[in-house]
T-cell receptor, first 112, second 112 residues
């Protein structure tokens, strides 16, 4: 069966520090991968998606970037965090883009 | 631009009641509609996916309907239980944007 992992679970970082969140998927190959952010009181916002290694699509201009160095690994990064980057970050995968998406447990990021 | 609205934002019902959650979307050119459940501080769990050509889907005590032409979906929960307490999110996959657009959710509390 397929599983999706995210780490860390919780992160507290100072403004201006770098960020690296990791997501890995097991039990499937060539998944579509997604990064979402869920801010308090707001809906899920798609940040990035990837249909293959090295293929990243960005949905909104922002302070973040994403990379897919391996088939089942998706990394969310920032060089300098802003207060507005605080939120709950969720990684998800799907077999093809239109199918059901399966979400990881999320990373709660607090930027102080 | 696709917009998804969920009403009500919050709902509290006694155990055993049948209930209906509503979802509406502005662009009827969708491939599918998905319902998710999110427990506090957790990731999303997929409940049901309705293809644009379908009218409804059922899973256990859950039944989701889709009226694509009017831009509406409902999630019916029969014989509610305290374990059903969670936030329920609907999302539509829009072909033009090739992504899921989420509503802000309905927070459900089922009381004893």
């Amino acid at each position: 069966s397929q599983t999706i992992h995210q780490w860390p679970a919780t992160l507290v970082q100072p403004v201006g520090s770098p960020l690296s969140l990791e997501c890995t998927v097991e039990g499937t190959s060539n998944p579509n991968l997604y990064w979402y952010r869920q801010a308090a009181g707001r809906g899920l916002q798609l940040l990035f998606y990837s249909v293959g290694i090295g293929q990243i699509s960005s949905e909104v201009p922002q302070n973040l970037s994403a990379s897919r160095p391996q088939d089942r690994q998706f990394i969310l990064s920032s060089k300098k965090l802003l207060l507005s980057d605080s939120g709950f970050y969720l990684c998800a995968w799907s077999g093809v883009q239109r199918e059901t998406q399966y979400f990881g447990p999320g990373t709660r990021l607090l930027v102080l | 631009k696709q917009e998804v609205t969920q009403i009500p934002a919050a709902l509290s019902v006694p155990e055993g009641e049948n209930l209906v959650l509503n979802c509406s979307f502005t662009d009827s050119a969708i491939y599918n509609l998905q319902w998710f459940r999110q427990d506090p501080g957790k990731g999303l769990t997929s409940l049901l996916l309705i293809q644009s050509s379908q009218r409804e889907q059922t899973s256990g005590r859950l039944n989701a309907s889709l009226d694509k032409s009017s831009g509406r979906s409902t999630l019916y929960i029969a014989a509610s239980q305290p374990g059903d307490s969670a936030t329920y999110l609907c999302a539509v996959f829009t072909g033009t944007a090739s992504k899921l657009t989420f509503g802000t959710g309905t927070r459900l509390q089922v009381t004893l």
